[in-house]
């Protein structure tokens, strides 16, 4: 089972900051954490690396450390790196480092941006602690280690030793006493290879203050390269022009106050994927039933909208491919960064009872009245509460996770988020006299993601 630690770097940072960095980070771990089998689901946190190793010795047999300002594109990149450490005969797998041109007058070190460790061999190297800066003498480990880098000359593949050992008497950095405790013990250590490295990213929020002062609402000029390039790729205007063709979230519909004897009225809900039409088969719809899309993008709402109007609902993959090169030059498809979503097409019949079934129920779809409203549900939401004013039954509103995304976790301090959530919650609620909202919140704020308000019409 894999334990999740998150170590805070940044403890000596304002609580605002830290806080804010936190949830940032939050955001692809708790992702990971759903995602992977046997999982221990409290994230065990702390200012201290061994005391969330020694916790976690006590939870599980493999502990998956990342650090304040990790990031992650791969929602089960923890599993992949625990089979590549198995595979491998890795007893931990992490970023090694070994800045000495000559390798001879400076040790190993283990960053503490992330890594997987496995606790059960953590306990017969005798517990050794992580290791910190310091200047000592004592000692190490004679260390064979490849002569092919990950990049540069001081990230070797692996490193291991034959049990030699030699006096060493200098500098020492983070991760060297866990990892001279472990080559004593004839065990190996693995670099994160390639093709798990451009899965993630590590922020280095303790690095300078731009990073601090941006998430403040400062207006600097960032020097910091893994800062300059999160701010750019977390604008909302980056994905404004971005379409998600296939959901990313849960398919399922678990609604707590409609069954299938419960025609809705209206659905709202994000351009996005192929959830809106679970929402409908989730309940019982007609030809009086209403589609709302609502979109900050409209990209998403013009897509969705030549769906309607022109596509035969055979090949969605080829589809999204020709309104691309024939349609909107600009339109960007969107799905799991770095990952093919042409595998989920098969996926999506399934889910709709196959082919034939899928085709009747598109069929149908198609002759609903459409609605499109761009929307900024964290700014003037006064169309959307107009649509609502006027169309009371039983209305059901989804917008994914529009309050949980990497951009808004970025531009919106935590506090700031949880506002703008229950004042879209507000709005929803005070317009409608029966609604179902599937709006997950802010991970800090405690509400559920599931609730229905007024009193359904029957």
């Known amino acids: 089972m894999i334990v999740f630690g998150l170590y805070n770097q940044i403890s000596n940072r304002t609580p605002e900051y830290q806080e804010h960095i936190k949830e940032i980070t939050n955001f692809a771990v708790s992702l990971q954490t759903s995602f992977v089998k046997d999982s221990f689901s409290l994230i065990i946190e702390s200012s201290n690396i061994d005391d969330i190793i ?27 790196i625990l089979n590549f450490a198995i595979e491998n005969n890795y007893s931990i797998v992490g970023h090694i480092l070994h ?20 606790l059960k061999e953590w306990k017969e190297c005798g517990k050794p602690k992580f290791g910190g800066h310091e200047n000592k003498s004592t000692v190490l480990p004679v260390v064979i280690r490849t002569d092919e880098n990950i990049h540069d000359d001081y990230t070797p593949l692996e490193i291991f030793s034959l049990g030699e050992t030699k006096d060493y008497d200098g500098p020492l950095v983070e991760g060297w006493n866990i990892v001279s405790e472990f080559l004593k013990k004839g065990k190996q250590i693995g670099n994160f290879p390639q093709e798990i490295r451009k899965f993630k990213q590590h922020l280095y929020p303790e690095n300078g203050d731009g990073l601090e002062k941006v998430l403040a609402g400062e207006e600097v000029e960032l020097t910091d390269i893994n800062h300059k390039n999160y701010v ?52 019982s719809w007609n030809e009086n039933t209403r589609m709302v899309y609502l979109d900050y993008s409209v990209s998403a709402l013009n897509y969705r909208k030549w769906l309607v109007d022109n596509w035969d609902g055979v090949d969605y993959n080829a589809i999204i491919k020709y309104y691309k ?25 399934e889910i709709f009872g196959g082919l034939e079934n899928w085709l009747d129920i598109w069929t149908r779809y198609r002759q609903l009245e459409h609605k499109y409203l761009l929307v900024d549900l964290f700014g003037d939401m006064s169309e959307l509460a107009f649509d609502m004013k006027q169309n009371s039954g039983n209305n059901v509103i989804w917008v994914s996770n529009s309050f949980y995304t990497e951009a808004c976790l970025r531009n919106m301090r935590p506090k700031e988020l949880n506002s703008k959530y229950k004042s879209f919650l507000n709005i929803i609620i005070n317009n409608n006299k029966a609604i179902e909202i599937l709006a997950p919140p802010p991970s800090s704020y405690k509400d559920p993601a599931f609730r229905f308000y007024g009193k359904k019409f029957t």
């Not at 000495?100 to 941006?113: A, C, G, T």
């Not at 979503?341 to 098969?346: A, I, L, T, V």
Request: with cysteine.
């Open 232 to 283: 750019e790729t977390t604008s909302f205007e980056n994905f404004k022009g971005g379409v998600y063709v296939y959901n990313t979230d849960n398919m399922d519909v678990d609604y707590q106050a409609y069954t299938k004897n419960d025609i809705l009225n209206t659905v709202y809900a994000v351009a996005s994927g192929w959830k809106p039409l679970r929402l409908l088969e989730a309940a």
């Open 99 to 118: 800045d000495d041109p000559k390798h001879d007058s400076k040790f190993y070190s283990l960053h503490y941006q992330c890594f997987m460790l496995n």
């Open 325 to 349: 090169e024939h349609i909107d030059q600009e339109f960007q498809p969107l799905f799991y960064a770095y990952q093919d979503y042409s595998p989920e097409w098969d996926k999506h019949l």
């Open 54 to 80: 020694d916790y976690a010795s006590e939870k599980g047999d493999w502990l998956y450390l990342t650090s304040y300002g990790y990031r992650s594109y791969k929602h089960d990149l923890a599993n992949d």
